[in-house]
């Protein structure tokens, strides 16, 4: 029998708001979470990262990389690091194997953005956030992966 899929969705009229709820989110991020963000150009990728950056209290500027397929933002306050990782410039062919990285990803927390469909690729627990829509309006579904974020999932779809 196939699993229940799980499928959460949160729902954004601006900028701010899809910023605030990342905030939210890197709140609750910890060292080793993987965060995958897939959805198409303009999507709002690098926006809601910029709330994760915010939430995690790491240094910024977060950035669309336009060479760099990673940066590193150490953190503020004695946390875990943000890696921001542009796969999604990198035409889909690479798995985030391939991508060199000088972190041990188990000491800081990892946000790809992904191009669609290969987020299936990983195999390891995380969190798939899927954007989409238009104009000022952003609908993001949660589909986590293990249950360290089937808890987090909980939390951040309840209104608080
Ligand atoms: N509710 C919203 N949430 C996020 N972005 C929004 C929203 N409303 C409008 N936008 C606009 O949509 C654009 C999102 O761009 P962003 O660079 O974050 O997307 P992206 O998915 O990272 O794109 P790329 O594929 O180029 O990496 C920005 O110009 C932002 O101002
Ligand atoms: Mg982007």
């Known amino acids: 029998m196939t699993e229940p899929v799980r499928l959460e969705s ?5 900028v701010e708001q899809t910023q605030a709820w990342g905030a939210r989110l890197g709140e609750s991020l910890r060292a080793g979470d993987l ?13 809601l990262t ?3 950056a915010e939430g995690m209290r790491v240094r910024g ?4 990389p336009t060479f760099v397929i990673a940066r590193v933002h150490p953190s503020l306050v ?7 990782v542009d796969a999604y ?3 889909g062919a690479a798995e985030l194997d391939d991508i060199d990285l000088d972190e041990d990803l188990e000491e800081v927390v990892t946000v790809v953005e992904w ?3 290969l987020a299936e690729q990983l195999a390891d627990d995380h ?11 952003r609908t993001i579904t949660l589909r986590p992966s293990g249950a360290r974020f089937d808890v987090l999932v909980d939390r951040l779809t309840n209104d608080v």
């Open 10 to 14: 949160v729902h954004f009229d601006s």
């Open 35 to 47: 965060v995958v963000l897939t959805g198409g150009l303009g999507a709002g990728k690098t926006t």
């Open 50 to 52: 910029q709330g994760i």
């Open 61 to 64: 500027p977060i950035t669309s």
């Open 78 to 84: 004695g946390g875990p690091a943000l890696v921001h």
């Open 89 to 91: 410039r990198l035409g």
């Open 115 to 117: 191009g669609a469909g």
């Open 127 to 137: 969190l798939e956030l899927v954007l989409a829509g238009d104009g000022d309006r």
